[in-house]
């Protein structure tokens, strides 16, 4: 897309209108102004998408298969191990990755941070699209997965942690949806639509504090469920929500940091120069906020393991691997962060970023699979499995990339206001 | 306070709410007093030191509950030695129950221990699920309605015996399974689970819960020496209907001395708790942010409009004159 960007001054499309006068049809808008022949060009000169091509024609059929002869053909099928890689990184991983929704939606809104507005976009999209991809992660894994309706509306079991997940997740799912859709109708040209809804944004971003609090801490509380199973130090029966709830701010506004510092550098010719004029600012104040929420999180986590008297765990082998996840993924990051905020050196918080996106799954990924079970064995995933993660994984960032390109996400959409 | 709370967002119409709201009301009920069980619920004794692993049990749990036919026979008894991950063989799919032999240094002979579902009386499996699919019958069974299940497998993740097992070989209607207490067949009607009947050792003896703890008691003091003084199943997790005696520690047996003393629910309390402080705080806290946050911005604003006011009157004072 680069190359038409250059050459053509109508694209890429901010406007209704085209260079002579005319309006793009929404189906111009839609092949991003090009014809159809110049789009396939673009899509096949890109090395990412042959990449994507390889991924897909593996992994649609394993997809395929696991719908016609079961879980059992793509995964371990463990009794022991119930919850495998689709939700120990689909769901556990993506849902903090995604917190960045309602950290942004709080930031601009609710305190009124103005000078964050260029990225608020941005990050209620990652956090719809998160939710919406660990939303099929679980369709994956569940044993019935046309039965997903049922927690709401044919049997409630309410007085399980994993009803309230059900019901955080597709309510927050849909908050999430009306905040996004304002992008969508500036680009459709409804203004009505988006009338109506910045009428209730703030209800709806306190509705996303509520909700996403409750929900990720669900994630966390989800565990306490298995006191016996889990290690002693991945789990903290009193605390286990705050941690999962405290990781989800940093690992969110990381994840931020990083969609920005990908879409800048693959996709200029897409952002507006109040976006890229701002994001080196705007990546030290969430550099900022990461930070608190770091150190936050590094002190209950200290809190856990003296409140539960697990200090002797330390110095087992397990204890190693704790302290090296906390280091690696939480303390290193954190000093790159206060570092690069020091200085302004905002390649280096962007690496931070990348530490500590990946820190966060590696927690989730320990509790859920790595140490869960410890005392009695070490489930590997099955090869299908972790192909079928990493296609579903493809899926979800074909579609981010579908709409960045289009929607004005990280561009403002010029015309009527 | 509560009610109140939870009427008002019903009527707001806040779909979250509501759903807090029905958990709200459950937590109630929960809170009024910890269940102990039907007074009346059934349970076994199993007596580990009569059990000499003729797989009897098996075999009759497999006729009973129609399950498929093993890979080796229930006379084969090499399948004792086999491990799987490092670990005994465990129940799945195809079995409710397995017997598994332990040799314990100490002893001269092996020990054997039966293992499937323990009926607790306050399962994590049916508290942990999200679609009500379990159900504590007063007769002391743990049943399980394959017909609103999900699949999810939570169950699998919160009982601390790992017990519910899943049958992942179906795409089109996988469900959980797991020993029912022979619920349909028998303990409705009272009799005894198929494999209590089938074991010609009296190892497994059926009978009231209470009545069972009393002789598991009453056989331990009768033999002094024989057992170790402990009834395993009496508190675990807040009891279970499925108890055992043995005459070696229990972890020497396979068994997890690990698990809590109390339900466990319990230790998901304190998270459930939370979750009407921040529906109800959350809100008002946020709020009250935001109008601080853009307090300055309001006043700037005002005092613009009072200066526009006051320029405006004095423009037309001066017009007057």
């Keep these: 897309m680069k190359l038409f960007s250059k050459e053509r001054p109508d694209i890429p499309i901010v406007n209704h209108l085209k260079a002579d006068g005319t309006e793009w049809t929404v189906k111009e808008k839609l092949w991003l102004g090009l014809s159809v022949s110049e789009y396939k060009k673009q899509f096949f000169r890109n090395p990412v ?11 649609v059929p394993l997809i395929v298969g696991r719908y016609i002869f079961g879980l059992g053909w793509v995964t371990h099928a463990s009794n022991d191990y119930p919850w495998g890689l689709f939700l120990g990184f689909g769901l556990f991983g993506m849902v903090p990755l995604s917190a960045s929704g309602f950290m942004l939606g709080t930031t601009v809104e609710l305190f009124g941070r103005k000078d964050f507005h260029a990225i608020e976009r941005l990050a209620l999209l990652n956090g719809l699209l998160g939710y919406f991809f660990a939303v099929l992660f679980l369709e994956v894994d569940l044993g ?13 079991g309410p007085a399980a942690v994993l009803f309230l997940v059900a019901w955080h997740v597709a309510t927050y799912l849909s908050v999430q949806i009306a905040e996004v859709l304002p992008a969508f109708f500036e680009w459709i040209g409804w203004l009505k639509g988006k009338r109506i809804i910045r009428k209730y944004v703030l209800g709806l971003t306190v509705a996303g504090i509520i909700l996403s609090t409750l929900h990720q801490g669900a994630l966390g509380a989800l565990f306490t469920y298995a006191p016996a199973k889990v290690h002693p130090l991945w789990l903290s029966v ?9 990781s989800s701010i940093f690992a969110g506004l990381s994840m931020v940091i990083i969609a920005s510092t990908l879409i800048k550098n693959f996709m200029g010719w897409r952002c507006d120069d109040e976006f890229k004029d701002n994001l080196d600012y705007i990546t030290i104040g969430l550099a900022k906020g990461a930070s608190y929420a770091m150190i936050t999180y590094l002190i209950i986590k200290i809190v856990a393991v003296a409140h539960d008297q697990e200090w002797s765990y330390l110095l087992t082998g397990w204890g190693s691997y704790y302290m090296l996840e906390l280091g690696v993924a939480v303390v290193l990051p954190m000093f790159m962060f206060a570092i690069g905020i020091r200085n302004k050196w905002v390649t280096l918080i962007r690496f931070g970023a990348f530490i500590a996106a990946f820190g966060i799954i590696w927690n989730r990924l320990n509790t859920a699979l790595i140490c869960y079970n ?3 064995y070490q489930e590997i995933p099955h090869w299908k499995e972790v192909w079928i993660t990493i296609t ?8 981010y990339r579908f709409i960045v390109y289009r929607l004005p996400i990280v561009y403002g959409w010029k015309g009527e206001k | 306070m509560k009610k109140l709370f939870s009427r008002r967002n019903f009527l707001k119409g806040g779909l979250a709410t509501t759903a807090a709201a029905a958990v709200l009301k459950n937590k109630e009920t929960k809170a009024s007093g910890d269940f102990e069980g039907y007074p009346d619920g059934m349970g076994v004794l199993v007596d580990l030191t009569r059990c000499v692993g003729c797989r009897s049990c098996e075999a009759a749990c497999n006729k009973e509950q129609e399950l498929p036919e093993p890979a080796k026979p229930f006379t084969d008894f090499s399948i004792f030695d086999e491990m799987h991950h490092g670990q005994k063989r465990r129940t799945d799919e195809t079995a409710y129950t397995v017997v598994n032999r332990y040799d314990v240094p100490e002893l001269d002979h092996p020990l054997f221990r039966k293992f499937q579902c323990n009926h607790c009386q306050e399962p994590a499996c049916l508290t942990s699920c999200f679609v009500n699919a379990y159900t504590k019958t007063p007769e002391g069974a743990v049943i399980y309605n394959s017909k609103v299940c999900v699949g999810c497998r939570t169950c699998m993740i919160a009982c601390p015996f790992y017990v519910p097992t899943f049958k992942y070989s179906s795409a089109f209607s996988p469900k959980i399974m797991k020993c029912v207490f022979c619920y349909d067949t028998r303990l409705k009607e009272g009799k005894a689970p198929a494999c209590v009947e089938a074991c010609p050792q009296e190892a497994l003896t059926f009978g009231k819960r209470v009545d069972c703890i009393d002789m598991g008691r009453q056989r331990i003091r009768e033999t002094p020496g024989k057992y170790v003084d402990h009834i395993y199943g009496e508190h675990e997790v807040g009891g279970t209907a499925w108890m055992y005696l043995s005459s070696v520690p229990f972890d020497k047996v396979g068994f997890d001395t690990h698990v809590p003393k109390e339900p466990i629910i ?18 008002g806290l946020f709020v009250g942010f935001h109008l601080l946050a853009t307090r300055k911005e309001k006043m700037m604003e005002m005092e613009k409009e009072k200066e526009l006011a006051k320029q405006k009157a004095t423009d037309e004072k001066e017009e007057q004159v």
């Design chain 1, 374 to 376: 410890w005392q009695m």
């Design chain 1, 392 to 399: 579903i994984y493809s899926l979800y960032f074909l579609t």
């Design chain 1, 144 to 156: 019935m997965p046309w039965r997903l309706p049922y927690p709401m509306f044919v049997s409630l």
């Design chain 1, 238 to 246: 009193n605390f286990q929500w705050i941690h999962f709830f405290c």
């Design chain 2, 266 to 283: 319990n230790s998901v309390k304190d998270f459930l708790a939370m979750v009407p402080m921040v529906l109800t705080i959350w809100p």
């Design chain 1, 49 to 59: 998408n042959w990449l994507m091509i390889a991924i897909f024609a593996v992994g």
